[in-house]
């Protein structure tokens, strides 16, 4: 099993960039694929991009494409979703989920998540 904890969020300006991070606790770390949600206020949460276990498969939800990036450092059992551009529309909690398998871009695919980080963009 693995615990999640994310940080990095906060209050920025339209055009800011921020980067997350997402620690992992537990054991075999570089086993799982590693992920980013994140779900706004009324809404549903909602794929942002995942990243595979040795890094080299990533894909983006379409509103993040050329925006943002997954990496991972698997010596810090640490993944990260670097934000550059921010928008308005990015205003949401992100979290960071965890999976040995199954689906890569659904909420169902993962069992293992953080409680999230407070990201807010304002105009």
């Known amino acids: 099993q693995v615990q999640l904890v994310e940080s990095g969020g906060g209050l920025v300006q339209v055009g800011d960039s921020l980067r997350l991070s997402c620690a992992a606790s537990?054991?075999?770390?570089?086993?799982?694929?590693l992920a980013w949600f994140r779900q706004a206020p009324g809404k549903e949460r909602r794929f942002v991009a995942y990243?595979?276990?040795?890094?080299?498969?990533?894909s983006y939800g379409d509103s993040v494409k050329g925006r943002f990036t997954i990496s991972r450092d698997n010596a810090k059992n640490t993944v990260y979703l670097q934000m550059d551009s921010l928008k308005p529309d990015d205003t949401a909690v992100y979290y960071c989920?965890?999976?040995?398998?199954?689906?890569?871009?659904?909420?169902?695919?993962?069992?293992?998540w953080g409680r999230g980080t407070q990201v807010t963009v304002s105009s």
């Open positions: 537990g054991r075999f770390f570089s086993a799982y694929t």
């Open positions: 989920a965890a999976n040995l398998n199954g689906d890569r871009m659904t909420t169902s695919g993962y069992p293992y």
């Open positions: 990243i595979s276990r040795s890094g080299g498969d990533r």
